[in-house]
């Protein structure tokens, strides 16, 4: 079992200043017990140590999502339940979203308490939608920002779920431990929303990310990375319940109808078990990637029709203004230029591992230059070549800081 410190996704990114370059940083660390059964999980690849995004082509192609949507369905209807099923790629695109059941039966309340017991006041608690008032559904935003978050908080190195996310951006770390210090991504939850200057939107097909996730990253428990070929590919969510919530304790077990559903749907493409949150530590705590096994699943995955066999009966692919057309797409494959994320290739970065990121043209978004506001500073604006030694120093101290897997040499993990 590995213990790190401190938290890692793939778009850390270094802010010095507005005329600072965007850098990617990519680093995790993994290893651990292998009592958990790796049925389902993506094997194909157990020689990756952190280089698999940028060596290779892998990407959810159409087959994959449509996989992905069936073996949920599935699960679904063994529970008895309608479910709305989101899936993206690796920088946020929406690849489709299924929904099951009539729109209007289909409805979501925000809330920190869904039993009930001391809910907050204020901001979105208790909202419910949709209503008569306002028919507008979002279990499907729900859904997205799930998907979104397992993709975006995972790696080669770790694979991370929306139940770790719940974890790590409470009030408490642990949830539920009074008079802890805040969870590592307190307010993480915050970020990736619309209204950030850095996050792409849809153009009518799956291009360079990062996208935007409709409300923020998530914390309710139903989201979970796809892994093939031994790399992240993207993310599965799921939001059935009828809730938009977070788990505020983690010392039982859950029956999450949500978590069920979505860890059906990554069967095939499961995070290899070696790599998930449950094999690492953060100051000393083990995180929890899920409360659901493929043992404890209602149907098996393996056996689930194939989405061609899916009638309108049973649910529909559904567009998703700003997000998605309504149509199965392929998704980009990560670290190639159309994902928007590539290597430096040792252009401003020399022999520190960095990533990039660049729009369609493959030009960098973020160039290195020099700051503006020599005015407001009295002329001691950063010039060009501060900057670059600004963000080669934060790469040094960030890939020193790395930890190594012992099963790769002492090779350091990113990506």
Known sequence: MRQISHL?????LLPVSAALPLVVLLGACSGGSPTTPTTGTDNSNPSCTGTCSSSTTSNLTVADVQQVIAQGVAEAQA???NATIAVVDRVGNVLAVYRMGDPATRSVTVTT??????PISGGLEGIRLPVQAAPVNIDQAAAIAKAVTGAYLSSEGNAFSTRVASQIVQEHFNPGEDFQPAGPLFGVQFSSLACSDLVRSFAGAPGPGPQRTPLGLSADPGGFPLYKNGTVVGGVGVLADGFYTIDKSIFDRDIDV??????????GFGA???RRADRITVDGKLLRFTDVEFADLSANP???PGFDTLTAAVGQLIPVPGYTDGVIRDGTMFGQPGSGVRADGDQDFPGRDAFVLVDETNNLRYAPRAGTDGAIVGGAALSEGEVRILLRSALDVANRARCADPTSGGIAKRA
């Open 113 to 118: 308490s869904p039993n009930g017991d001391a």
């Open 79 to 81: 529970r008895g339940t």
């Open 272 to 274: 290899p078990v070696d």
């Open 258 to 267: 949500d978590e069920a559903i979505a860890f059906a749907a990554t069967f």
């Open 8 to 12: 890692r996704a793939w778009r850390t």
């Open 302 to 304: 393996q056996s689930a």
